[in-house]
């Protein structure tokens, strides 16, 4: 699957792409706000990311810049399955593309292929320390529920606070559905 945004390519990972996942990764301040990826990022975390299977109910993409000397690879964005089989959103930015709209703009993009999906509530978190990402969520229309969790941090080898956002996605032929997908979510209640 591929999603073209405004300015963003999404697409699948690939094998050879092992090497522009690392250099975009391989950055301590990215990695300490991510759950899953170590620090410090190794040639086999990327090579493994790649390769790894993917889930088509909750598909991950590389983030890419188009440009004159083709689309570099600048994040991720995507979903997991949560522990209760909720689809939870994820995604990373290189630290040189920070502070451009890359992360909402990515992240709009997958809600959107969520919604196709039939995901009808999406969650979300974001350490505690790192407000940044809950600006992105809220941008997107994600609602803090209240909760805090403890979640492991493997870039920090520890567990931190998290704040666990959500959202409801209107379901493409649910009747709430205008054929539009310019604002495919609405607000939880």
Known sequence: MFIRSERLFLRPAWAEDWADVLAAISDEAVLRNLARAPWPYRAEDAQWFVNRPQDLRCPD????????????VIGCAGMVSGEDGTA??????????????FATEAARAVLTVARTLGHDRVEASH?????ASGRVLQKLGFTATGEHRQRHSAGR???????????????????????GDEEPMRRAA
């Open 157 to 179: 080898g520890a567990v931190v606070t998290s704040v666990v956002y959500e959202t409801r996605l209107q379901v493409v032929g649910s009747g709430g559905d205008d054929g």
């Open 88 to 101: 939870e959103i994820g995604y990373w930015i290189a630290r040189s593309h920070w502070g451009r709209g």
């Open 127 to 131: 350490f505690l320390d790192n407000p």
């Open 61 to 72: 993409f590389l983030v890419t810049l188009p440009g004159m000397d083709g689309a570099h």
